[in-house]
């Protein structure tokens, strides 16, 4: 069962991966074991591993290995979802009821059967935790008050998910992918469920387990979560009931390694599998090593910085736009990210319905002293940013420090690990934010509602996305954002997400840099290892070794 289970799971299996986990310096470490799977990868962002508060994208790829759901993305059509726990599914004519059909003898880890229950359960749960992630389903209409009568078993094998508008199908089962929607064990998760006091703001007496699931596991996906030591390491261990094919290999570890060379030097001496957070140099030093292979993929992830609308002289529109042309984007694109990434300065990454590629931003100091001077600004000012202390960021940072000063602009560098800079930028007490946005699921929702949804711009204000935690106050934006959510027609809809775009990169207090490619370095001994096109479709079930 998975309680003892969770209280042993420090006891590692076999002697070799004792020693992966131990080891403290490099030339410690002796070749992988050849059932496990060794990542040399910085996750500093993870705060926590339960999929109704994760909002992470290095969890994200945690619990996509981990966890299932009722569908996924279809991997050799990403404009397609497929079933995963689902079997089929059907929409109502009106568009308002979607009916899910469960694979029959599904299993949870603990070998407890997956029930429409627990899905039901799972749905209730996140709403009802209301953390950063719940936006995601409350924007069907669902809520503490009804979610039990709009997300609900209807037998053993049946779901049905009520929504409160006639929205586009695609975008619902898109929505469906993401992690909050991923299904617990309600068993598991209730016997290990605390009781918590309730409060005006949190109005429940349980907290769904949300203490253990941090650390703790209650799902059904292809490996199942052993251990997580904050910035040390995440062991998975294969999981024998898993309702599909059984990966191949025992264990997956991910080693926290921030620095690139590290990473490189690691996997040039067989101490890890895969290196994974690669920096130009290095990707070019291994593509010329014997037994190491490279590969890559295009990500729906966006490198930003944001400009708290909070701070007086960031709110200036002149401000926000004169910091557009406070970045030397070739020489950012020539060095930091050659490889790795492509200029991008619209807030919908290439391959979306509607994504743009206008890029009229480039390195222009007059033009930015022309602004500054407008908004009363001449002699500059002084201003930070929270930066995560890993590549590209932290030299990205350090470009654009450059170029203010050349505006007369002093930016004070704040560094820390991913946790720390996500959580300050959480609670809106940052001047400027620089980090990373992947797409929750694959549809241009994804990304318009974050940048350009909120509905509720005080510091209570339920609905997170990245223009509340800037404070960008944009009723008509959210309003446009609403709309395109019940447009059948994909070309209109596609023009809805132009103009919101368009407006975007004149107005939004976001300065979108590039769009990853992500690129990993692995020894040639694995089979089947690849990346996805978004970090929770990294799946490693798939991999071997010779």
């Known amino acids: 069962m998975i309680h003892s289970f969770n209280k042993s799971m420090r006891l590692l299996t076999t002697s070799a991966a004792m020693a992966l986990l131990m080891a403290a310096a490099p030339q410690a470490f002796a070749a992988t074991p050849a059932d496990t799977l060794v990542q040399g990868w910085a996750f500093d962002d993870i705060i926590t591993l339960d999929p109704g508060e994760a909002f992470e994208i290095s969890t994200a790829e945690v619990t996509a290995n981990t966890y299932s759901k009722l569908v996924n993305l ?4 990403t ?7 689902a079997e089929s599914w059907t929409i109502s004519e009106d568009g308002m009821t979607y ?10 880890a603990s070998g407890n059967p997956i029930t429409a229950e627990d899905v039901a359960f799972s749905f209730e749960r996140a709403v009802k935790l209301d953390k950063s992630p719940a936006f995601l389903l409350t924007q069907f209409g669902l809520n503490g008050d009804n979610v039990a009568d709009k997300a609900k078993a209807a037998d053993e094998t049946t779901f049905v998910l009520s929504v409160d508008k006639a929205y586009a199908p695609s975008f619902v089962l898109n929505v469906l ?7 617990l064990d309600k068993k598991v998760v209730m016997d290990n469920a605390k009781a918590v006091t309730p409060t005006a703001e949190y109005k429940y007496d349980t907290d769904f387990g949300n203490e253990f ?4 596991y209650a799902g059904s996906g292809p490996y199942k979560i052993r251990e997580w030591r904050a910035n040390e390491v995440v062991v998975l261990e294969r999981n024998d009931n898993y ?25 040039e001496n067989g101490d890890v599998d895969v290196a994974r957070n690669l920096e130009p140099g290095d990707v070019d030093a291994v593509s010329k090593k014997e037994g190491i292979a490279l590969t890559s993929a295009p990500k729906g992830t966006l490198y930003y910085f944001s400009l708290n609308q909070k701070n007086e002289n960031l709110a200036k529109p002149e401000v926000v736009e004169a910091f557009k042309y406070l970045v030397d984007y070739d020489a950012i694109g020539e060095t930091l990210i050659k490889g790795i990434g492509t200029i991008h300065q619209t807030f919908l990454p290439a391959g979306q319905l509607g994504a743009l590629d206008d890029k009229p931003y480039k390195l222009d100091v007059a033009k930015a002293k022309e602004l500054l001077a407008k908004a ?10 929270d930066v995560r202390n890993t590549q590209p960021v932290t030299g990205i940072a350090e470009n654009v420090q450059q170029t203010l000063a050349q505006a007369g602009i002093k930016l004070e560098i704040i560094p820390g690990d991913g946790k720390q800079t996500l959580t300050k930028y959480r609670a809106r007490q940052h001047d400027i934010y620089i980090g990373q946005w992947g797409s929750d699921y694959f549809d241009p929702n994804s990304n318009a509602e974050t940048f350009t949804y909120n509905p509720d711009n005080s510091d209570e204000g339920k609905t997170k996305t990245l223009a509340w935690r800037n404070a960008w106050d944009v009723p008509e934006l959210t309003k446009k954002t609403q709309a395109a959510l019940l447009e059948k027609d994909s070309a209109a809809r596609a023009a809805i997400y132009e103009d919101l775009q368009k407006q975007v990169l004149t107005t939004g207090p976001f300065v979108v840099i590039f769009q990853q490619t992500e690129v990993a370095g692995y020894s040639d ?15 490693v079930y798939t991999v071997s070794k010779d």
């Open 99 to 108: 009916t899910f059909k469960l694979k029959p003898g599904l299993k949870f």
């Open 79 to 85: 404009s397609k979802v497929v079933g995963e726990l």
């Open 213 to 216: 699931l941090k650390t703790g």
């Open 525 to 539: 001994k694995l089979k089947g290892y690849k990346l996805g096109p978004s970090f929770d479709t990294n799946f």
């Open 177 to 183: 992918t993401s992690t909050v929607t991923s299904v």
């Open 243 to 267: 309702f599909g094919e059984k990966p191949a290999l025992a264990r997956v570890i991910y080693r926290h390694m921030k620095e690139s060379a590290g990473q490189r030097l690691a996997l």
């Open 376 to 385: 009363g600004l001449a002699d500059g000012f002084t201003v930070s940013m």
């Open 74 to 77: 279809d991997m050799n059509h």
